[in-house]
């Protein structure tokens, strides 16, 4: 990269941070930093929460994961990624469910209110987890485009990112991050357009759009996975579940429906960069948008820099501000049997502080971004029947552990290549993830109805909390 092209590059990034501290607002109260309310308490509009619902959840990372299905399967590849993506109405009409229906506040006091505080700490440990990855698994995907692993420029890149994004956090926590993700979103779709605009012209258009075999040995195994995970999936982010109880429950409902539907439409769109790659035999090299824009020249792979960052922007400060309501407001809530108050607003900047720190340490150290998940989609299969069948109980921990931790067991037995082959549906790259997570669901669902039937065979109804 000459001097030039290097100074467009650094003089984004510094531009980005700096604008992006100016221009958030500052919290003057607790409620404003956790729960993202203005100086007189009034919730977050409608769009601008739709706003940040959509773009808080097109991680750096997975809108990479898209584009590099969209080399390996074609549109199969980036339908089924795009395919996560419908989570966010299923999320929003269960949350909804729960706060019309239970008066919750939070999953964790709902989940404690149907399952006992343990169900509701071991909820938090999975969650917590996620938040961690997420930090140095998008700073990652920035300093990728300023150099390689182990060059000085990478480290750099991250870290500075890093800074910028704590900075604008701290000065304002959940309401700043949401006002800058209105203007991370607007970023990310005109570059994205503009990506297209080199793309589109270079390739037929019937091909872009057809190329790909819907079989379960060509990614479509992929899909049937996506179609099972979006009723377990979201709930283990709190970048996203936070975001369900910041405004009323008609509103919520709304912005997660429609924030949804457009990032479905927007994540299948990247992932055409990716077709592009496999129809020019651009070799993907684990990352489809750097090598498609590095094909295409500087222009393009500037374009494909600036959506990664805004991208890894909008999830890295949504993270920052979802650790520190986890810690500082959650946890203590759970383990003191605090009432519902809100801690000062610096208690949770130490943990912004801490996990910025903290969560690059796997970065540095040279950690295979693909490994980024260690709570997957599959170890979490077990929060779909909890959250789609609460209405069966009043009162069952049984009901969550039993489901929860067969989850959790079922995605490690898949990680360390303990599951039978004989679960396998298809013979295609995902076969063993698919059938782990279909029997595994109907495994899960027998594990939280079996405490209920038993209530039930013994001549009992579900006993309430306080029974």
Not at 69 to 96: D, E, F, K, N, Q
Not at 121 to 135: D, G, K, M, Q, T
Not at 334 to 354: D, E, I, S, Y
Not at 458 to 463: E, K, S, V
Request: hydrophobic letters at 55%; aromatic letters at 14%.
């Amino acid at each position: 990269m000459s001097f030039a092209e290097a100074s467009l590059f650094w003089g984004f990034l510094l531009v980005y941070g700096v604008v992006m501290y100016a221009l958030s607002p500052r919290s003057r109260n607790a409620a404003s930093f956790y729960k993202g309310a203005d100086d007189r308490g009034n919730p977050v509009s409608q769009w601008s929460l739709t706003a940040s619902i959509f773009i808080s959840w097109i991680f750096a990372k997975s809108v990479t994961n898209a584009a590099n299905l969209g080399a390996a399967y074609g549109v199969v590849g980036g339908l089924a990624y795009a395919t996560y993506w419908l989570s966010i109405p299923v999320a929003g009409y269960i949350i909804y469910l729960i706060r019309t229906q239970t008066g919750a506040s939070s999953l964790q006091e709902f989940l404690t209110s149907r399952f006992g505080r343990l169900a509701a700490v071991s909820f938090a440990a999975a969650i917590l987890i996620r938040l961690y990855n997420e930090v140095w698994s998008n700073t990652a995907v920035v300093g990728g485009y300023f150099g390689l692993p182990g060059d000085t420029a990478y480290y750099t890149a991250a870290l500075l990112f890093t800074a910028f994004t704590l900075a604008y956090s701290l000065k304002g926590g959940l309401r700043s991050s949401i006002f800058t993700d209105v203007i991370q979103a607007i970023l990310f779709v005109f570059f994205v357009a503009a990506v297209l605009f080199l793309i589109i012209p270079a390739n037929d258009t019937g091909a872009l759009l057809t190329t790909g075999d819907f079989r379960l040995d060509a990614g479509a195994d992929l899909l049937l996975v996506a179609g099972l995970q979006i009723f377990s999936y979201p709930f283990h982010d709190p970048v996203l579940t936070d975001r369900g109880f910041v405004n009323k429950e008609k509103t919520m409902l709304k912005s997660f429906v429609v924030a949804g539907l457009l990032g479905f439409v927007a994540v299948f769109i990247f992932s055409l960069v990716g077709v592009h790659a496999r129809l020019h035999d651009i070799a993907a090299n684990g990352n489809a948008p750097a090598a498609v824009g590095a094909a295409l020249g500087v222009t393009a792979l500037f374009f494909m820099s600036v959506v990664m960052m805004t991208s890894a922007g909008s999830t890295l400060d949504s993270t920052f501000t979802s650790l520190s309501k986890s810690i500082a407001v959650d946890l203590p809530q759970l383990v003191r049997r605090t009432a519902n108050r809100l801690p000062n607003m610096r208690v949770g900047a130490v943990v912004m502080v801490a996990f910025a720190i903290l969560g690059n340490l796997p970065m540095l150290a040279g950690t295979d971004i693909l490994k980024a998940t260690t709570v997957s989609g599959t170890m979490v299969m077990g929060l779909a029947p909890v959250f789609l069948f609460y209405g069966f109980t009043r009162w069952s921990p049984w009901s969550f552990h039993l489901s929860f931790w067969t989850g959790i067991a079922l995605g490690l037995g898949l990680a360390l290549g303990l599951i039978p082959d004989s679960w396998a549906i298809g013979n295609g790259q995902y076969a063993a993830l698919l059938g782990v997570n279909a029997w595994g669901i109907l495994i899960c669902t027998a594990g939280f109805f079996l405490p209920i039937l038993g209530q039930r065979l013994l001549g009992r109804r579900p006993a309430s909390r306080e029974a």
